[in-house]
């Protein structure tokens, strides 16, 4: 599988999840273990393009799969848009369900890049934080959307 | 290097609110480059796995490990006896009051107390067998009669510990003359049965701990998820028996504690321990989440009868209140029940008062300190009744407040007076209070009721009637509740304090390290500020370091919204006086008065001309020899307080479904000092959202035989972003002077006041569909409320 | 959290997915997983044998296909709550499709594998119930056509053979002057159902109402029609006393569970405020107006 535009390859037992072939094989320790159900999402990562809970998905699933983790987003040194924007907005505190909930917003913004506020709190209602309260997660998300509007219509003058 | 126990400065700095764009650990947190105890990994590590009791109360009659023999992967196993004769101390119970102790085991002797209770540990050689192992350890048990609510630990025919001779973990009475008889006569008189359900704290990140013990220094390096690193040296060294000297614990990141990795001994890293020394692994031990609902410390579940009378001028004049609360197998301490009272007592003038709070023990896991910690039952307790009774004289809830205060000439109820005023001029309450009458006038008039009622609840916070305020803590106390409280007062007063030690290297570098533990309250942020301002050093230049005990020899921990004031202070403190002692030194050493001098931007520079640089640090430190100098701090405060607030609450019920949602929220809070005011800001957005799941959503529910229905992610609902509603929010006050930085604590005032406010509002809007209805447990889920409407009592479990 | 031991097939063609399962007493389908593998994680289930069909080609559509429309099995939640023509055309299967879970889960879960799974509290099971679908299961020598009301079997249970595949759905098309609705009471908005309600009513002359259908869900093992009250609307100009009756007609032998979220009292009364609301709202998409 191609794993943040790298080739990545294992042999595991079919019953390993993919968070734990990310984490434990791979060392991209990133992507988090937050509950047993796939109801907290902090395992989430985009695979072909959606945004999917990696504790409900077989490392064996994901072969041939082209994926993107938190550890894809930052170009080195430099933070990707939806980072800066939950950066400057105070989208974290913790930072526990952080990577899942940037990998579900960048879904979300991919998928529709004007949300309103209702779109936003649908769109990230598989995260689940307990310390923001989600107030400034929504803020970061709207900023980010903002940001990457004014960048379209700057390339478009 | 100098060090202070006791400080009492008044705050002469100018008021500086700073902010920055982004916290200094927000780069590592945002790109996955956390590091949680989950994310290390040793070479050759173990993997530990618990064995645990499917029944909530049984003897234990065999353990049988026979099955796990035959594996490759199988390392080692240790049972209660193993314990029993290495000799390991019973779990830690810190005294904080006079309560009885449970001496429990850490894995379980002889008898089961709850289910999900630690019967047997293994380890394995790898991950994936870990789950297949622990199923092949074989238990009897003897089931013995389950103890799964107050009503059965009162009745005692089941004792949970056979040496008490009840189940009564603690008692607490306060009175103050005879409130009996002035509650007979009074004009009004209400009464109600309020409570909050057991609830988790639920964390985003389970327990974790990596334990690699050292051979040849006979020391145990120790990874966990713990707010308090010196807690759990302290519990491993007499727990184990060994001198804390031996233990070298460490935390970097941590996904949220919010109490329940805060005071409580757990045993996993007690057993990890022993398995690292018996077999030279590193050891590693992560919870399920499952494992978290059925072990992790839960908290609430107090229940209060209330009864609160009125003259015909709607002065309380007095108090009658019956408390209990369920510990479980009991919990790190009492005090959850002593904070309760303490906030039930403290913002207004109550005459005459009988308390009385007894604390039970049942065969479910044990309680903790979770978000407010006895708080927020206290501050509902009396936030709620005190709504019901402004209902029944038909005043306006603020007002009937207002004019009830304590005090009313002190500077502390001015605060509060003006946190209600506050909340009535720019917190849009009349505007609220409109919307809320046109929304109400449509009530039978929309077919089927399908209309929306709307419902507006208010909640006051005296945060001074925090846990230090004598006001409060003394309310009614008996003579012998004064002895033990007198004894007591040391270990509280240490909460009152924290390490810090500042250090400054030739490259004008500044290091400080914490007594604190930062898991996203911004501490590393914070601090930095705070030390940047006193030392006039760019952020940039200044780390902070916490979460080792190595590096770290004293420290209290980040809990009870306690690390802004006191661990806040502490780094004020040790940079004042390390920026004192430099220029004590410079002055020596350049022949100038120190007067005349001063520190800034990394050298000694003119008082009246900073700009004129006379000596870099560097230059300094060669002088003297020496590379770095630091002073530390062990600041503690005469008297802690916790911030002041008032919220409100605006709802929307769907009467036919009983589903509410909150159209409003808005905070007034005073917390004393901003240091950063986005990240107060993020506390309280996540504190209320807190109480609005414990509000709304969240129970612990358990079956007759002690089962735990609720044990995952998808039974037990916390807020989703769909749930949480925005939280504006308003900030009063002054700098505190109790506080060396003027800081008031407050990551759980959110918490604290917002159960009140929450089911303060959806009582309002019940009251104008069926006035009586009410419903003072929470949570207010759609089928209690349907019960109250219908006058039923709820039949769900 | 981690499940039990497994073999793992990744079969190229339908035909190999239904021979492995044929030679495999104890393999089961893993189509998208999110019901499946949450079972295996806690534990509660421990097929020996997985065999993945998710990435068969040709079994994830939606197309018109003459008096119905056909959907793929391996079709996803995400993609029938987009279908501008199930929007349209069956509304119930669009509401109940974007109630499901979170977005994550929906990406991922297909209707195939939710129908199969047959959890009681499921949205989909009562949409197709109430739209009187038709199923259709492959087996290594034949293919049958099964309809809703026979389809759903027991709690997690269907009337797909150990030895079949589940290919495609059939949703025969409504008449014209048909509406529908799905309502769903839960305590989080993505939790599942307490108490749910899917309706189809569809109006004749003037105001007549031709035919109602009522299904609801998570009140039993599988989803049920409210027949007593279907009958005793249909042919009736409908108006708030007929819904009202209506509705307690239609917790006419009902028997809801008890548990955490509600007492039985509490579910039946919940059934007949959706089932008030779902006639409704789809009588208002009718065109019915002052309702």
New interface residues.
Partial sequence: MRINHKEYSGEVEPRTLLVYFLRDELNLTGTHVGCDTGHCGACTVVLDGKAVKSCMVLAVQASGAEILTVEGLADDDRLHPIQEAFRENHGLQCGFCTPGLLMSSLALLRENPHPTEADIRRGIEGNLCRCTGYVNVVKSIRAAAEAAAKRRMEVER | MSVVVEQEVSVAQEEKVSEL???L???R??????R?V??L?MEDQAYMGIVRSPFAHARIKRIDLSKLQSSPDFIAALTGEDLLREGVATVTELPMLAHKFANRHQLAVSKVRFAGEPVAAILVRR??S???LVEQVEVDYETLPVVTSIEESKKGGTLIYEDWNDNIFYTLSRKRGDAESAIAPAPHVIRAREGIRRQE??????RSVLVTYKREEGLYEVYATVQSVHFLRQYLSSELKIPEAKFHVKVM????G?GSKGGNSYPEPVLACLFSKRTGLPVKW?A???EEFLEAAAGRDEYCDITLACDKNGMIVALKARIECDVGVSGTSAFMAFATVGFMLGTYEIPKLDLKAQCYVTNKMTVGPIRGAGRPEGVYFIERAMDIMAKKIGLDPIEFRRRNIADPQSPESEGYRDLLDTLVKSGHYEEIQRWRDDLSSDIGKE??G?ALVAGVGISLLGGDAGIFSIRSMLAGMSLRGLVGFIRMLPRFRSFGGEYGRVTMNKSGEVYVYTGSSP????HETAFAQLASEELGVPIDKVKVVWGDTEQIPHGVGTFGSRSGAAGGSSVVDASRRLKSDLIKKASKILGRDRGSLDFRNGGIVEAKHPENVLVEIGDILDRLGTTEISAISIYSQRSPRDASAAHLCAVTLDP??G?IKIVKYVVVEDCGRIINK??V???L??????AVGGSL?E?L?YDDQGNL??A????Y????????P??EILHRGTPFAGALNGVKGMGET?TMAGYAAVMNAINDALSQIQPGAQVNVAPA???SI??AL?N?T???? | MIPKKFDYYAPSSLNEAIQLLTENEEAKVLAGGQSLLGLMKLRLAAPTALVDISKLPGLSYVREDGDHLAIGALTTHDTIEHSPAIKEKFTVLNEAASKIGDQQTRNLGTIGGSVCHADPAADLPTALRVLEAEFVMKAKKNERVMPASDFFVDFFTTAVGHDEVLTEIRLPYLPPKSASAYLKHSLREHDFAIVAAGTVTTLGDGDVCREVRIGLGAIGPTPLRATTAEQYLKGKVLDDAKIADAAVKAVEGVSPPSDVHGSKQYRLEMIKVLTKRSLRLALSRAGISGI
């Avoid at chain 2, 990141?253 to 949220?256: H, I, R, V």
């Avoid at chain 2, 957005?685 to 807190?690: K, L």
């Avoid at chain 2, 995952?712 to 039974?715: A, E, G, K, N, S």
């Avoid at chain 2, 609902?717 to 949480?724: K, R």
Wanted: aromatic share 4%; net charge negative; charged share 25%.
């Fill in positions: 764009k982004g916290r650990e927000d780069p947190l945002l790109t996955g480059k956390g949680y989950d994310d990994k991950k994936n870990l789950e297949d704290a639920a964390p985003m990140e389970p990141d941590m996904g949220g919010f992560t399920t989440r499952t077919k089927d399908r898991h996203g309250q911004g036919e479904l589903t986005t990240i800001d993020g506390q957005h996540g504190g209320v959202v807190h959503f129970k529910a229905l609720t995952t992610m998808m039974d609902n916390i807020p989703t972003a769909q749930d949480s925005d939280v959110g889920t759609p089928d349907f019960a219908a039923h709820s039949q769900s479990t």
